[in-house]
């Protein structure tokens, strides 16, 4: 099959390439012409493991294709997905569709024979609706079918969790073009991964009633956390106990900072106003937006109070930055909030990402960026370890102590144990544990 993905970031060229590598011959097309560039030249633009050798394998077995320019693209298409951006909205929260429209009505103006659109975009329940209005208006002879298909991939595992999901939602009531949808997965099916046939709404809500879901259960163990503090219980003991009832599940268990990243924020607060909107008002979720706010605040608190409440003139060594590993995504990440509460506390910031600093050097003022973990503590006050990148899972604690003026770790992702670190001389604060 033909396939054109509409949008080049961490979704569309994983997707692409993920299609590709079934087999299907697919365009990956971006607006951002210096981004194809790269792509034509074999530079990945993103960091996600994996994807530069499944990239390159494709392009070599002549089945990935980038432009930027879309008309022969689209044309030749069996589905064109559409996989931009859909950030908040300024002002209200509400997710900001512009980059989805402009695409319909591209993509209005140039498909030739049945064509199936698929949104692969993050949109709130309806969007279909007016993708499908968009094109009849550009184009009333066209014969097409859109269908929302959400994307569950996770930034730092995207390859596999495309290619082993737990599940593929497809929403469409247009046979021809379910046909065509599980022609694409075809491969899926041979794995007997479930894909779940429903109504377009109903397969728009499911992307964001799942993103609300696992916000939700990230918040609910963090209040848990900070309850374990106040009565000294441990909270990844708590999190074991509970999660081992297969009715709740262990992942996303883990206390720490609030959750960040480019969905959850943006896909919370959409659901919220679109409920509202609806006249029917999610409290849980609008509740958890509240305090997952509050909670980086928080955590900015427990490194002032680690430091007698005086960050003043201190320097504080800034373990990771991205929203999580194994990702240079800094978007809505938690130390874009902790960050410059500290330096309007007083503090000088020193801060080491494995992949991030590229991005976060455009995002955050007045911080030296170090060139590894140790040469990060050299000489300050504190370390806080805000992302849990491998390499920081097992530093050198005697180096570690030699670099810092004072041996205080303060560990928001609790990959240490308590026990261990004051035996090795740290004072030592984590989250939800006495
Ligand atoms: N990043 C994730 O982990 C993830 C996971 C699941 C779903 N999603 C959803 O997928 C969508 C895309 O997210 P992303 O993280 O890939 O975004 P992104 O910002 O990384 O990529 C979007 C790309 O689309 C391009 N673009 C915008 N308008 C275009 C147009 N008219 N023609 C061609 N290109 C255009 C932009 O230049 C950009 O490169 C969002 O709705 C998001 O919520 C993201």
């Known amino acids: 099959m033909r396939v054109t993905m509409i949008g080049t970031g961490y979704v569309g060229l994983v997707s692409g390439a993920c299609f590709a590598d079934f087999g299907h011959i697919v365009t990956c097309v971006d607006k951002d012409a210096s981004k194809i560039e790269r792509l034509q030249k074999g530079e990945i633009p993103i960091f996600e493991p994996g994807l530069d050798e499944l990239v390159k394998d494709n392009v070599e077995q002549g089945r990935l294709f980038f432009t930027a320019d879309a008309s022969d693209a689209v044309r030749d298409a069996d589905a064109v997905f559409i996989a931009v951006g859909t950030p908040s909205r300024r002002g209200d929260g509400h997710a900001d569709l512009s980059y989805v429209y402009a695409a319909a009505e591209e993509i209005a103006g140039l498909i030739q024979g049945y064509t199936v659109i698929v949104n692969k975009s993050t949109v709130p329940v309806g969007t279909g609706d007016e993708v499908e209005a968009i094109i009849k208006k550009v184009r009333p002879d066209a014969d097409f079918a859109v269908v929302s298909n959400p994307e569950f991939l996770r930034e730092g595992a995207a390859i596999n969790d495309f290619k082993r999901p737990d599940r593929v939602v497809v929403g469409t009531d247009d046979e021809r073009a379910r046909e065509r949808m599980r022609e ?71 206390a720490g900072p609030g959750y960040g990243g480019s969905c959850f924020p943006k896909d919370t607060l959409a659901l919220m106003k679109t409920a509202r909107d609806a006249g029917a008002p999610i409290e849980l979720i609008e509740t958890t937006v509240r305090v997952n706010k509050a909670r980086k605040q928080k955590m900015a608190q427990k490194i002032v109070d680690a430091l007698d409440g005086n960050l003043k003139g201190k320097t504080i060594a800034i373990l990771g930055l991205t929203f999580k590993p194994n990702t240079d995504d800094m978007r809505d990440a938690p130390a874009l909030d902790i960050v410059p509460t500290l330096q309007a506390e007083g503090a000088k910031v020193r801060a080491f990402d494995p992949e991030g600093m590229t991005e976060a050097k455009h995002m955050l003022k007045d911080v030296q960026f170090a060139t590894g973990p140790y040469d990060c503590a050299d000489g300050a006050d504190a370390v806080v370890i805000i992302t849990e990148w491998d390499q920081f899972r097992a530093l050198d604690f005697k180096r570690l102590k030699q670099a810092l003026k004072a041996p205080v770790v303060i560990d928001l992702r609790n990959i240490y144990s308590p026990a261990e670190m004051r035996a090795h001389g740290f004072t030592y604060v984590s989250v939800g544990r006495a």
């Open 184 to 254: 694409l997965y075809r491969p899926l099916f041979l794995n007997e991964t479930p894909i779940i046939f429903t109504a377009r709404r109903t397969s728009e809500l499911i992307k964001y009633a799942a993103n609300a879901f696992l916000a939700m259960k990230i918040t609910f163990i963090n209040e848990i956390a900070d309850l374990s503090e106040e009565v000294g219980a441990n909270v990844q003991e708590v999190a074991r106990g509970i999660g081992l009832d297969n009715r709740i599940g262990r992942k996303f268990l883990n």
